[in-house]
Nanobody, 123 residues
C-alpha cells in the first residue's frame, strides 16, 4: 500500500532554514508528480509546491517562491523541501501527497497523504 512519511519538522527561528523529507513506498515513486501541502492556522490547507516525476518541472505557491526548493531523489524514493528565510506564516503542518493518476493535477483532493510534520517558526 502507498505510504508517505514526512520528517524534519522542528522549531526554527524566523529567517532560519529547514529541510523536510518524505519517504515514499508502496508505488513506483519515479512515475508520479509529487506535492507538498501545508495546513496553517491562518489559511487552512494550502498547496505549497509540486514536482514532476523527473524532477525537472517545479511549481511553487507565490508565497514561497524564491525561498523554498522542492526536489526528489528517485533512487531513494524521497521527496524533499528545502525551506529558507522562514517566516512566522510558514508555520504549520506540512504534508507530502500524491494523486492516483500519473498526470499533473490541481486542487487539494490528493488521493494519498502522509501524516504530516510540524514546522514551528518562532523566536
Amino acid at each position: 500500500q502507498v505510504q508517505l512519511v514526512e520528517s524534519g519538522g522542528v522549531l526554527v527561528q524566523p529567517g532560519g532554514s529547514l529541510t523536510l523529507s518524505c519517504a515514499a513506498s508502496g508505488f513506483t515513486f519515479s512515475d508520479y508528480w509529487m506535492y507538498w501541502v501545508r495546513q496553517t492556522p491562518g489559511k487552512g490547507l494550502e498547496w505549497v509546491s509540486t514536482i514532476n516525476h523527473l524532477g525537472d518541472r517545479r511549481y511553487y505557491h507565490d508565497s514561497v517562491k524564491d525561498r523554498f526548493t522542492i526536489s526528489r531523489d528517485n533512487a531513494k524514493n524521497t521527496l524533499l523541501l528545502d525551506m529558507n528565510f522562514l517566516k512566522s506564516e510558514d508555520a504549520g503542518v506540512y504534508f507530502c501527497a500524491k494523486f492516483e493518476t500519473l498526470q499533473l493535477n490541481s486542487g487539494l483532493d490528493m488521493d494519498y497523504w502522509g501524516k504530516g510534520t510540524r514546522v514551528t517558526v518562532s523566536s
